[in-house]
């Protein structure tokens, strides 16, 4: 096999993992962030970690090929991606888990004469949404309420802190609206007009 060969599939093997890895993680949290849509990808990322591991002991193998018949280090560069994919790797784990278990909504402001000015829980309060678009992505973290008397074979009964919208109104006045309650995780679309 020729060198130019050879350097070819080192930096293929090192580079394709975090390239594909990296394109689904930063879908996902694009549609979920401005979206408020989920897309699953515990399986894609499966495989991605999956041919990661594979392809990098194929790079390595290679890499040591290479050094053999070449007496040459340009594949250390290839090297130096691998070792940087697993911290990687490890980033895009954290930041799955924690915008997984928060609730993305996209609000929409389908009522005339309404403009939004906060959405607020006992846990949180987001405000200054005067300036924003007639359509709000919100997201937050549910509050669980457990109750400890209550057990059945699920667990322990919980409600959900509710969270509120408030409208201001073309007369000034302040209407407020209670959203559904939601799930760690879901991504949903409200209209405000469903709410009255």
Not at 162 to 167: M, Q, R
Request: proline share 3%; charged share 20%.
């Amino acid at each position: 096999m020729k060198q130019k060969n050879y350097e070819s599939l080192i930096y293929f093997g090192s580079i394709s993992p975090l390239i594909f890895g990296s394109f689904t993680f930063f879908r996902w949290l694009y549609q979920r962030k401005n979206n408020a849509i989920n897309i699953d990808i515990e399986l894609i990322s499966f495989f991605a970690i999956l041919s990661f591991l594979i392809l990098s002991i194929i790079t390595i193998v290679l890499s040591v090929m290479y050094y053999r018949k070449f007496n040459s280090n340009r594949f250390v560069p290839a090297l130096i991606i691998l070792a940087f994919t697993f911290p990687i790797i490890i980033l895009y784990g954290t930041l799955y888990d924690k915008y997984s278990e928060q609730v993305f909504i996209k609000i929409v402001n389908d009522k005339l004469g309404y403009k939004s000015k906060r959405i607020w829980s006992k846990n949180f309060e987001i405000t200054g949404l005067e300036l924003q678009d007639d359509i709000l992505i919100v997201n937050y973290l549910p509050i669980y309420v457990y109750d400890w008397n209550k057990e059945d074979s699920f667990g322990y009964e919980y409600s959900i802190n509710n969270v509120y919208v408030d409208l201001l109104t073309t007369d000034k006045k302040i209407k407020t609206f209670k959203l559904p309650s939601f799930e760690k995780g879901s991504c949903k679309q409200i209209n405000i007009s469903q709410l009255e």
